[in-house]
Nanobody
Framework: QVQLAESGGGLVQPGGSLRLSCAASGIAFSPFGMGWYRQGPGKMREVVGRIFINGSTRYADSVKDRFTISRDNAKYTVYLQMNNLKPEDTAVYYC???????WGQGTQVTVSS
């Protein structure tokens, strides 16, 4: 059974940085594709970015040049490095294993002074 566990969320001031991790277990293949999503207060869940099996990445316009997704195949872990955070980045962040119905439980990111 595939399980995803996000970590690394917290409270950060505007302009600050955080790195989220998504550790996958129960996966029988590597490399794998993963998506990061977020859901802000009163908003729909939206895609933040994705990393594909070949290692290429794609980002939403709202986070491009600020967020970076990377992957450690040996650790079955995907990272979301978030720099220059803005209050509008406040949300619960989720990871999703592409091609499956597996989602993590989410980690809260709050950007506030």
């Amino acid at each position: 059974q595939v399980q995803l566990a996000e970590s690394g969320g917290g409270l950060v001031q505007p302009g600050g940085s955080l790195r989220l991790s998504c550790a996958a277990s129960g996966i029988a293949f590597s490399p794998f594709g993963m998506g990061w999503y977020r859901q802000g207060p009163g908003k729909m869940r939206e895609v933040v970015g994705r990393i594909f099996i070949n290692g290429s990445t794609r980002y939403a316009d709202s986070v491009k040049d600020r967020f970076t997704i990377s992957r450690d195949n040996a650790k079955y872990t995907v990272y979301l490095q978030m720099n220059n955070l803005k209050p509008e980045d406040t949300a619960v962040y989720y990871c999703h294993l592409r091609g499956t119905l597996s989602w993590g439980q989410g980690t809260q990111v709050t950007v506030s002074s």
